[in-house]
T-cell receptor, first 113, second 113 residues
Framework: AQSVTQLDSQVPVFEEAPVELRCNYS??????LFWYVQYPNQGLQLLLK??????LVESINGFEAEFNKSQTSFHLRKPSVHISDTAEYFC???????????FGEGTQLTVNP | DGGITQSPKYLFRKEGQNVTLSCEQN?????MYWYRQDPGQGLRLIYY???????QKGDIAEGYSVSREKKESFPLTVTSAQKNPTAFYLC????????????FGPGTRLLVL
C-alpha cells in the first residue's frame, strides 16, 4: 500500500517570498505523483503531476515540483507567491498499475501582505 | 461545458435518515470516486467504480452505499448506520485504464441536525 506524508500542516509566508511545501511518499511499486489545490468550499483542482520523463514538472501559474526517487519526495515550490495562492494543497500518489489515489493530509498555505 | 456536477451544495440530515448525494459527469470517464474530507485528515476514499455496474469499497465504506447504473452517474447514499456523517463529500472521475488524473466536482457539505 502507498502512503503520503505532508510534513507541514500550515505554512504562513509573506507575499513575494519563496515557498516550499513538502511531500514524502512510501510505496513498494512505481508510482504517479500529483499536487492538487483546494480553495475554500470548493473541489480540488489539479496543479501538476509526474507520470514519467523529466523529474521536474511545472504548472501554468509558476509552481514546480521535483520527483526525487531516492528520497521518495515530491516537494512543491514557488519562487514568489501571491495573495491568490492562499489555499490548501494536497499531495497524492497512485500506483502506475492502479486507479486509486492516496492523499496526504494537506498543507494550508496562507500568503500575507 | 464538460465537467462534474454535485448536488446539492448543502444537505441536512436528521438522525436515522438516509440521504443521497448526486454526482454526474459528462466527461465520458469510465472511473468515478467518492471521497470524504474532514478537517486535518485529507481525503479518504469511500467507494470507487471503474466501470458501469461494478464498484469497490474504499477505505471507509461502512455506513455508505453506491450504485453505478449509468456511466455518467455515481450517487452516494449516506445511511443511518453512518454515525458521524457530517463532512464535505467530493466526487471525482478519471478516464481509467491507467490514465489516473482525477477531476473533482465542487463538493456537497452534509450536516446532521
Amino acid at each position: 500500500a502507498q502512503s503520503v506524508t505532508q510534513l507541514d500542516s500550515q505554512v504562513p509566508v509573506f507575499e513575494e517570498a519563496p515557498v516550499e511545501l513538502r511531500c514524502n511518499y512510501s510505496s513498494s511499486v512505481s508510482v504517479y505523483l500529483f499536487w492538487y489545490v483546494q480553495y475554500p468550499n470548493q473541489g480540488l483542482q489539479l496543479l501538476l503531476k509526474y507520470l514519467s520523463g523529466s523529474t521536474l514538472v511545472e504548472s501554468i501559474n509558476g509552481f514546480e515540483a521535483e520527483f526525487n526517487k531516492s528520497q521518495t519526495s515530491f516537494h512543491l515550490r514557488k519562487p514568489s507567491v501571491h495573495i491568490s495562492d492562499t489555499a490548501e494543497y494536497f499531495c497524492a500518489v497512485s500506483k502506475t498499475s492502479g486507479s486509486r489515489l492516496t492523499f496526504g493530509e494537506g498543507t494550508q498555505l496562507t500568503v500575507n501582505p | 461545458d464538460g465537467g462534474i456536477t454535485q448536488s446539492p451544495k448543502y444537505l441536512f440530515r436528521k438522525e436515522g435518515q438516509n440521504v443521497t448525494l448526486s454526482c454526474e459527469q459528462n466527461l465520458n470517464h469510465d472511473a468515478m470516486y467518492w471521497y470524504r474530507q474532514d478537517p486535518g485528515q485529507g481525503l479518504r476514499l469511500i467507494y470507487y467504480s471503474q466501470i458501469v455496474n461494478d464498484f469497490q469499497k474504499g477505505d471507509i465504506a461502512e455506513g455508505y452505499s453506491v450504485s453505478r447504473e449509468k456511466k455518467e452517474s455515481f450517487p452516494l447514499t449516506v445511511t443511518s448506520a453512518q454515525k458521524n456523517p457530517t463532512a464535505f463529500y467530493l466526487c471525482a472521475s478519471s478516464l481509467g485504464q491507467g490514465q489516473e488524473t482525477q477531476y473533482f466536482g465542487p463538493g456537497t457539505r452534509l450536516l446532521v441536525l
